[in-house]
């Protein structure tokens, strides 16, 4: 062999090497992730167009990313950085053609799998040069900034688990997530939880975690079971999880279902026709019965009373015995209902046109009111029932008469949360949670910002702390003594998401957002609080 062909061929490598103008050492190996960050600022960008939703512009193909926009005048020319630490697999700043640059990398994941992370619509300038095929960067890296890409400066983003090396089209005539893509940012906020470290020797919070496969399935609270297992509806199939997020058996069903009620040592299934089918322990199918009448909401639960509510498709909401075998009653023209509370003596819904209505535990309509935006309710068997609104916070008595409680807290809405106790009560108004003496005085303030849709509150058995969860996957625990904020998470969600969350016996705090259940351990969770 000549000397002048290794030269030859030393100098193709080192050409291919240093594709994309990047200074950085070649590697077969790259560090794996050990953090994961968005590639732009969420707080100064924002999302623009959604991941797997049709394009007019594309002739109704899916998009197969997210495309983030910073506002005009801002975008152009803004840093783009790479998730996380890993290999590049292609960088090119014509990727695109006229559409501007490509970056691909390979991520190796804790658990061992393999994702891809994609940008966009990127650019060499100012300093930053495109990084070198097969080179490794660390997460956090500025990797290339947004380019003048149609119709205006942005950056898309992907997050796929194949084709390593080939950029995507954008859109595509299939199901993005038949096709090895994801969703960018619940794979990111997941992952930025999962990879929480801050518990106590350093381990994670995070004891476990289920993935399910209907992201925007009924919002049907799951069965929690003795020793912390949970039966958790899953769109079409009905699923049983063991204490630590195993799945032990599934159940596929042959009709549309809503909700689950307990049954037995186990569940049963309410299907919107009105059936219900009776599931054993072992996952076996057992009795069937039908409750007379087609149902579209998951069962709602008025304790010690021995009620279920239902929501029905020609918006009534009906009464049933605990079994759900009989209708007891009936209240006509009630939209479908966003969050419930049941008191004392009467219950109350929101419904989706921001009307409250309240009734007694015999079918009796006690009061109608129309609020500007939806409220929160509480209620608890030795209470009143409880209305943070625009308007106030407000005390519904039997008779169905307002009584505003204090005057001097702010106003309330949309992503309001109530929680109440024998000498203190707390109010979320959506950014801020508020900790009252009875008397109405402040006793702390904590900010909570960045939190939307629906949101509840409850607290520990010791009533100790406050636990918050979201409809857009915000999780926080907060002292109820000094307002000192214990611990925080962000999983996926968005306004269409179930929230449910409860800790049980074993210092677990279970949370169900989407299609997602995990397991945090109550003690490291809770940091120095605890």
């Known amino acids: 062999m000549s000397r002048r062909f290794v030269c030859v061929v030393l100098s193709f490598v080192a050409a291919a090497l240093s594709i994309g103008g990047g200074s950085a050492t070649a590697q077969s190996q790259c560090p794996p992730v050990t953090s994961i960050q968005f590639p732009v600022d969420p707080a100064e960008f924002r999302l623009m167009q959604d991941f797997a939703v049709p394009s007019s512009r594309h002739q109704g193909r899916f998009h197969t990313g997210e495309d983030w926009y910073g506002g005009r005048g801002s975008s152009l020319g803004a840093e783009v950085r790479a998730i996380a630490a890993g290999r590049v697999t292609f960088s090119s700043p014509n990727g695109w053609g006229r559409d501007g640059g490509v970056i691909i990398l390979e991520h190796q994941m804790p658990d061992g799998s393999i994702a891809y992370s994609q940008y966009g619509h990127i650019a060499e300038g100012n300093g930053v040069v495109f990084p070198a095929t097969l080179s490794c960067v660390n997460g956090g890296d500025v990797i290339a900034r947004v380019g003048d890409a149609r119709p205006a400066p942005h950056l898309h983003f992907e997050i796929r688990v194949q084709n390593p090396d080939t950029p995507g089209a954008g859109y595509t005539w299939d199901d993005p997530t038949n096709i090895g893509l994801r969703r960018p940012s619940k794979f990111l906020y997941n992952w930025q939880t999962w990879l929480m470290s801050e518990g106590a020797n350093g381990r994670s919070p995070v004891a476990w975690t289920a993935d399910l496969a209907d992201e925007s399935a009924p919002n049907a609270p799951p069965i929690t079971l003795r020793g912390g297992g949970m039966i958790v509806l899953d769109g079409d199939r009905v699923i049983n999880l063991s204490y630590d997020g195993r799945v032990l058996w599934r ?129 608890s068997a030795e209470s009143d029932l409880l209305a943070y609104t625009r308007g106030g916070f407000w005390s519904i008595t039997p008779a169905g008469e307002w009584v505003m409680i204090h005057s001097n807290v702010p106003p309330g809405g949309e992503s309001a949360a109530i929680w109440r106790e024998i000498d203190a009560f707390y109010l979320f108004d959506g950014t801020a949670l508020r900790g009252y003496s009875m008397d109405g005085s402040v006793r702390w303030q904590v900010d909570l910002p960045g939190w939307a849709g629906d949101v509840r509150m409850s607290a520990s058995p010791a009533r100790d702390f406050l636990i918050l969860t979201s409809s857009y996957g915000e999780i926080a625990v907060v002292r109820t003594s000094d307002g000192a904020v214990c611990n925080t998470a962000h999983i996926y969600g968005d306004r269409r998401s179930r929230v449910w969350h409860e800790l049980g016996e074993d210092q677990v705090l279970r949370v169900y957002v989407a299609d997602q259940v995990l397991g945090l351990d109550w003690g490291r969770f809770l940091l120095g609080c605890g």
């Open 251 to 379: 159940v596929n069903l042959d009709q549309a279902a809503v909700g689950l009620i307990p049954f037995a040592d186990a569940a049963a299934v309410i299907y919107a026709s009105g059936g219900v089918r009776q599931i054993n322990p072992d996952g076996s199918l057992g009795e069937a019965w039908s409750l007379g009448t087609g149902v579209d909401s998951a069962p709602m639960h008025v304790d010690g009373r021995g009620l279920l509510l239902f929501h029905t498709p020609n918006n009534e909401l009906i009464a049933a015995d605990e079994g759900a075998r009989s209708i007891l009653w009936r209240i006509r023209d009630v939209n479908p209902v966003r969050r419930y509370a049941f008191a004392r003596d009467v219950g109350g819904v929101v419904t989706n046109d921001n009307r409250v209505i309240t009734f007694d535990y015999d079918g009796t309509l006690v009061d109608e009111a129309r609020l500007r935006e939806a409220g929160a309710l509480f209620g």
